[in-house]
Structure formats: C-alpha cells, structure tokens
C-alpha cells in the first residue's frame, strides 16, 4: 500500500527543498537500454557556451510539454560533462529512468526511441543531498561510506565518479550497492561497470561490495571478491565507518527505498563516534 508520502507528486515531495530559479533547454540525444527496467538518457544542453552548472547527487525538475506536473530525476553523469567547452562534442547531463508506466514523465522517457530522440525538454536543477557535505569540509573528510539500494545509486555514483575524475576522493571510500541480480549477468546491473572501473583504478583507496538478491551472476577475477548473496546488514555497516577513534572524519551518504534508508540512518546515528548531521539521506519513492 502506498504510504501519502509516495502518492505525493515529484514537486510537492520536494516543496521545500532548494531548487534554481532559471530552467534550461536540452535536447534528448541518446538512449541506453541498461536492463528491462531501466534506461540511460543523455540529456544535452542547447545552451553550449555555458552549459548547465550543478552539484553531485542534485536531481531535475523535468517538464514535459503536455504534462502539467514536472518529472524528478536525478542527475548520475558528473557536473564536469555539463560544462563548456570540455572534452566532450556538447555538454550535457545523464538521466537513469527506471520504468513505471504510472508515472507520466517517466512513461514519457519510456516510449519508442523514435518518439523522443530530438526532442527539447526544460529542466531546472534542485536538491541538498550533494557532495560536498555542508557539515564539513570536504578536506576534513578522510572516509566516505557509500550505501546505496536499487536505483538509489543514482545520486550516489554522480558523487564518486566526480571524486574520482577530480581526484579529490579522500583516502577511504567504501561503496556497499544492494540491488537484484541481474538475469544475463553484471552488465544488467545499473552502474557497476563504472564502479568497478573505479575500484580497479583505486586499489586500497576505494572498496566496493555488492550484495545481490537473486542468483549470482557468474564471473571471473577479482570482482567476485566483492560479491555477497544476501543483502546489507548492520554488521557491514559497522565495517565500513571503522574505529571509533576514525568515525569523527567519516561522512555516511545512504539513499534507497524509505524503509532501508530510515533503517540504515537510524543505527548510523546510533554509533559512537559518529554525528548526527553526517549521516545524510534521500529516498526514493
């Protein structure tokens, strides 16, 4: 049964949370079928000389032409692909839709490739779920646990990625992803290309685990490692924030299903060593 909460609309879910004034113009110029369920979409800007400035983990406001309520999204492509004039032909942002035909924005994003692709949308950046933390600075930071539940990876993988590509990721990140297990293997899991790719670069400084539900993919090397036939528990919590005498320099980011989030930041901010406000949390309805 749907909580009032989750019936509520993207705008009134997110009344009080900061959002810019302006809106900007994109244009859909590319579409990537990650599984049955989900979708990459690449976003770019019209607007090429100044491209559209946000922060990690923020999401948009997205308005459809025909529909009376504006889409939420959250942003996973990083604020540096955003910018002009870059390394890349335009810039642009990165949307992961996961279907739901009862949602029109994202019913909008799910209909034939041929019906959207070139199309103009309007979108408006907003949100405080971002990196870096407004409890501390960025510098004192010296570890950063990462959870993440199903396409509450969104916000998540937009922070570590522009971590790694500024090369400011402090000396610990540890990355826990719960999620399905994906039918032909890893490649239908959302984001654990880029992770891996990370983990492979960063050995020693970023530590990803995967907790799959569902029968385990089969894999070779290394990233079996990481590999876990169950989901997060509070055990694993308790080993990625480390010593107490560490957790005072620990920053938590969790975002998922409400009920993992209110489970998981409850007992973070139970831990000794650990304060309230760096715990931070979003969830997705």
Not at 30 to 38: A, F, P
Not at 47 to 72: C, R, Y
Request: proline share 7%; charged share 25%; net charge negative.
């Amino acid at each position: 049964m749907r909580t009032v909460r989750s019936s509520l609309s993207h705008e009134e879910r997110t009344s009080t949370e900061p959002r810019e004034e302006i809106t900007h113009t994109v244009l859909v110029e590319g579409i990537k079928r990650v599984n049955d369920s989900i979708k990459l979409f690449r976003l770019d800007a019209l607007d090429q000389n100044h491209g559209i400035k946000f922060l990690p983990g923020q999401w948009l406001d997205v308005f459809v032409s025909g529909l009376t309520k504006a889409g939420g999204f959250t942003i996973t492509s990083t604020p540096k692909s955003a910018l002009p004039p870059g390394d890349v032909s335009r810039p642009y942002l990165e949307l992961a839709v996961q279907k739901s035909p009862s949602n029109p924005p994202a019913a909008w994003f799910w209909r034939h490739e041929d019906d959207i692709v070139g199309s103009e949308l309007r979108v408006r950046v907003g949100g405080s779920f971002i990196w870096p933390p407004t409890c501390i600075s960025g510098r004192d930071v010296k570890n950063i646990v990462f959870v993440a539940g199903g396409v509450g990876i969104n916000p998540l993988i937009s922070m570590v990625t522009h971590l790694h590509e500024t090369d400011e990721m402090p000396p610990s990140v540890k990355f826990l992803y719960g999620t399905k297990s994906g039918s032909r293997g890893l490649d239908e899991i959302l984001f654990v290309d880029r992770l891996q790719s990370i983990q492979k670069l960063r050995p020693g400084q970023f530590q990803l685990d995967l907790f799959l539900t569902g029968k385990l993919p089969e894999t070779q090397g290394k990233i079996r490692e990481t590999l876990n036939s169950r989901r997060i528990t509070s055990d694993d919590l308790i080993s990625a924030i480390g010593d107490v005498a560490e957790r005072e320099a620990t920053v938590c980011y969790i975002c998922g299903p409400p009920p993992m989030t209110d489970e998981f930041v409850a007992f973070l901010q139970d831990q000794e060593g650990i304060a309230k406000e760096r715990v931070l949390c979003e969830k997705w309805w």
